[in-house]
């Protein structure tokens, strides 16, 4: 999940990256092994890390290792940015806020809750038509939050 030197680097887990702003700058811990995980388990793990962070308890095990990154600027008032891929990773996901817009749905104007998410990846791990893939199945789950659980 990862590119190192002149190949694919496949990890076996999934292990994501959180964006954590310092006033030194910014660091990165990793979540190990996410997709076993329930949601409420991520959250909690994702605050106890960005504290950690905070408190620069981290480990150089807490900041690697990671395939792909989660980068939240929406609580600066940003719609949308173009992330950069960490390295070593294969992918980084970048969180725009959430705010209310009018959509055309069914024929009628309603006021909606949307966000932007832009996902960058390296090519030379993702195809372009997965990585699309991976969007939309997001899009959808977090349409419908129950599908989360």
């Not at 292990?15 to 310092?22: D, E, P």
């Not at 009628?108 to 998410?117: A, E, K, N, P």
Request: charged share 25%.
């Amino acid at each position: 999940c990862g590119w190192a030197g002149d190949a694919i680097v496949l990890r076996g887990d999934v292990n994501i990256g959180v964006a954590v702003a310092l006033d030194e700058g910014l660091i990165v811990p990793v979540i190990r092994n996410a997709n076993q995980k329930p949601l409420a388990a991520l959250s909690v793990e994702i605050k106890a890390l960005a504290e950690k962070a905070r408190h620069k308890r981290l480990t150089p095990d807490d900041y690697s290792g990671g395939c792909l990154t989660l980068s939240n600027l929406g609580m600066y008032d940003i719609d949308s940015f173009i992330p950069i891929i960490n390295p070593g990773e294969s992918a980084i996901l970048g969180i725009g806020r959430i705010a209310e817009r009018v959509v055309a749905r069914q024929g009628g104007i309603h006021i909606r809750s949307l966000m932007t998410v832009t996902l960058s990846g390296d090519h030379r791990v993702v195809d372009g038509a997965i990585a699309a893939k991976f969007l939309k199945d997001m899009k959808l789950l977090l349409e419908d939050p129950q599908k989360l659980t």
